[in-house]
Nanobody, 115 residues
Framework: QIELAESGGGLVQAGGSLRLSCIASEGIVNIPIMAWYRQAPGKQRELVADANRNGATYYTDAVSGRSTISRVRATNALILQIERVKPEDAAVYYC?????????WGRGTQVTVSS
């Protein structure tokens, strides 16, 4: 069982930056796939970005070019940095991990964007 704990949400001004952190309960080198998802009110949960343990990353079009996802092995952390935040970035952000065919989710962190 892997536990994932998100932090870093809160109120962000449009145009500003957002940094989310997810701490895993075990070494992230052992978690092949890690990702950030988000869910806005009335919408389905969507993939924001993912990073596999080999270094490959993926970004959804909505955040591509202004976001960075990174794994920090020393702290077992998955970091998501979003620049030039937009009102449509407001959502609950969830950390996700997949290992041996099992899906693991954090409890989520709320991001609110003020215009």
């Amino acid at each position: 069982q892997i536990e994932l704990a998100e932090s870093g949400g809160g109120l962000v001004q449009a145009g500003g930056s957002l940094r989310l952190s997810c701490i895993a309960s075990e070494g992230i080198v052992n978690i092949p796939i890690m990702a950030w998802y988000r869910q806005a009110p009335g919408k389905q949960r969507e993939l924001v970005a993912d990073a596999n343990r080999n270094g490959a990353t993926y970004y959804t079009d909505a955040v591509s070019g202004r976001s960075t996802i990174s794994r920090v092995r020393a702290t077992n952390a998955l970091i998501l940095q979003i620049e030039r935040v937009k009102p449509e970035d407001a959502a609950v952000y969830y950390c996700y991990g997949r290992k041996f065919g099992e899906d693991y989710w954090g409890r989520g962190t709320q991001v609110t964007v003020s215009s």
